[in-house]
């Protein structure tokens, strides 16, 4: 019987030869250039009870870091076997590896004949068969972002004490722009944000401006939005459900995305699964459809990642930077 192999690579070159050679070996090959349409594949075939015999996994791929991706598909699929194939090596990135079971690496240059011998070391297997369950829980809150303007004469340490202790407000951050402070506010029910706007926020005085839209859940393929909650979960990012954030060493931005709406399959994932990004949220403004939360060890690091890895995506139209501030510098 033939054995089925993911191919994730995202040069062309090595997705050729390598699907090339093992075809000759006796492979059926489905190649792949990258994490997100790798996400796709490997759900639409669980789904449809055909399993792959290995995934053949680059370490460095230009979406979602190799690693990750491997530990999203054990957490969903247990019994996944991963080649990494890379052309260096790294003791951090090897330890790494070794935590994770029914995994090896494969340093380049190599051939079809020598990737084929991993894989028949691996054996023969059986995927789990059954979807995880554990992400799917109803989601009994719903949240909202509140961006503010205050007035220049405004008390601006007396009206940030004020939102920081509302009941509702989960984050507060002072923010540098056009805006002066940003919130990531809970309740029950959409509908309970506007009591709060009208009888919480706008009874402060000093607050000139009011922006609110509210958190949901993107449209998207339904195989991605599975690895997305389990990612949730084992990557402890899901800071809706979390009551505690706190980073050391680090410095934050806020930034917002403008994007093409018919891009979001791959901007979505791409975004949420960044190294540097602590969340990344969809909402119903036309104007700051993604907000996202960029940490880094200083502003330049977080300056680079927005110019090189995210304006440069296909479909982000526009963005804007909010770097969070010590209030007491105000």
């Known amino acids: 019987m033939r054995k089925n192999v ?16 093992l075809t000759q070996e006796g492979y059926t090959i489905e190649p792949c250039e990258n994490g997100v349409n790798a996400l796709k594949i490997m759900y639409e075939h669980n789904q449809n009870q055909s399993e792959f015999d290995a995934v053949i996994l680059d370490i460095r791929l230009p979406d979602i870091d190799g690693i990750k991706l491997a530990k999203m598909f054990k957490s ?3 019994e996944t076997n991963i080649i990494f194939i890379t052309g260096y090596s ?6 790494e590896i070794q935590e994770l079971e029914s995994t090896k690496i494969l340093k380049k240059p190599f051939t079809a004949h020598e990737l084929s011998l991993e894989i028949e070391e691996f054996g023969e297997h059986k995927y789990h068969q059954e979807i995880t369950q554990k992400s799917q829980k109803q989601i009994t809150t719903f949240s909202a972002y ?11 340490l007396d009206i940030y004490r004020k ?44 607050i000139s401006e009011i ?7 993107p449209i998207l393929d339904e195989g991605l939005m599975s690895f997305i909650h389990t990612a949730n979960e084992i990557l402890s990012i899901d800071t809706l459900n979390s009551s505690k954030r706190e980073f ?37 403004s036309k104007e700051n459809q993604l907000v ?16 090189s890895r995210i304006a440069v995506l296909d479909g982000v139209l526009s963005l804007k930077e909010y770097p969070i501030i010590n209030i007491f510098e105000v």
């Open 163 to 206: 939102l920081y202790f509302n009941q509702n407000v989960l984050y507060c951050d002072a923010i540098r722009g056009e805006y002066d402070i940003i919130m990531l506010m809970q309740s029950n029910s959409f509908e309970s944000f506007n009591a709060i706007i009208e009888n919480d926020l706008k009874s402060i005085e000093g």
């Open 6 to 21: 993911l191919l994730v690579d995202d040069e062309s070159s090595v997705r050729r030869s390598l699907s090339l050679g």
């Open 292 to 307: 996202l939360l960029i940490h880094g060890t200083q502003y330049s690091e977080i300056s680079n990642v927005i110019s």
């Open 211 to 217: 922006d609110f839209f509210r958190v949901e859940e």
């Open 76 to 78: 969903s699929y247990p």
């Open 248 to 284: 050391h060493n680090v410095v934050c931005s806020y930034v917002t995305l403008n994007v093409e709406k018919s891009k979001l399959d791959i901007l979505y994932p791409t975004l949420f699964f960044d190294d540097n990004v602590v969340y990344c949220d969809f909402t119903d």
């Open 146 to 156: 509140a961006m503010l303007k205050l007035a220049k004469s405004a008390n601006y």
């Open 90 to 95: 790294d003791n951090i990135i090897l330890r």
